[in-house]
């Protein structure tokens, strides 16, 4: 092979070399370019869902780093007395700092509609804390389990925790929020009365010496004359605290009174333990979408009597630990 030939050669092979190198350098030029283009596509697009998703805290947070932790220093778990508030409703809106004046923040049903429900509620929730910053030696319970089928696994109970956050309803220097939990089963008030004393079992280890209730002012005789009798809690140690909305929102005491009367106590008047009566049996099935069952009669043995009673008489006061 002459000079000439093997010079071609290798020129040639050494093309084929800086050809490949080319491709190379390319190729990675071509997919860097691609993956930035598919990055800023994506970018994009995300944005604009993000900006789709509404801010359910807006730009205000709930909660602080200097927050009272619960049962801090134990004041949940040695607490003596029980305050309980019935809840009404459960939260399905962000702007929970307007959740006294705006119903868009609450779920709502019809009837509750117009009727001053936000101001209720929040009266209730103020009423609560009010009554457990005069006592600290009470546990404040809000009572109300996942009673809307189109809200989600949202309970009133909690939605009630929540709003006092927001709202910023703490008194300052006070304990009560270390002292406040949710009771998440309940389905009317009779349950509300009777799973929170379990829910304070559950925290304390005992049971409460005296209880305050809160709820509208209607239904004073409902809790004093039907539930606590029911349960056998002895009257001097059980407290009514009421409040209705202001008229100028709406609230017709006078129908509230009306609808009382003929939909829960006449019923539990004839069925003390909401056991037979079909208005009553039909409203727990309607309050209980998600199918859920308390865990009480495990958690508070010695009432499982209680738990289980469905007579229309009341319930033997020697088959109940504060009976005697």
Known sequence: MNHRNLRRRRKSKQT???????????????FLAGSFVIFVTFHNTLGAETARIPKLRGNHVWIDTNAQLFNQNDVASS??????????????????????????????????????????????????????????????????????????PLSEGSSYFEVSDAMKLWPKGSTVRARTVAEEYATDSFENLLFSICRFREVTGRYPEKITVVSFTFKKRRFETLHAPALRWP?????????????????????????????????????????????LQRKRQERNPFYRTS???????????????????????????WGS
């Not at 084929?16 to 491709?23: A, E, S, T, V, W």
């Not at 495990?298 to 088959?319: H, S």
Request: proline letters at 6%.
């Open 16 to 30: 084929c070399h800086l050809m490949k190198y080319h491709y190379h350098y390319i190729s990675i030029i071509l």
């Open 79 to 152: 607490a003596k007395n029980l305050v309980m508030v019935a809840g009404h409703s459960v939260i399905v809106s962000g702007n929970l700092e307007d959740a006294g004046v705006d119903e868009s923040v609450w779920w709502l049903l019809d009837y509750q509609k117009g009727q001053g429900m936000p101001e209720a509620i929040i009266g209730h929730i103020r009423a609560g804390i009010e009554e457990s910053d005069k006592d600290p030696e009470s546990l404040l319970i809000f009572s109300g389990g996942q009673t809307r089928s189109a809200t989600g």
């Open 235 to 279: 009257k001097d140690k059980f407290r009514f605290i009421g409040y209705n909305p202001p008229a100028s929102t709406g609230f017709n005491l006078q129908r509230s009174s009306v609808g009382e009367q003929e939909n829960a106590v006449k019923p539990f008047e004839a069925d003390p333990y909401g056991c037979h009566s079909q208005i």
């Open 295 to 321: 865990p009480y009669s495990k958690t508070c043995p010695e009432i499982v009597a209680l738990l289980d009673y469905c007579g229309t008489e009341f319930i033997p006061r020697d088959q109940v630990p």
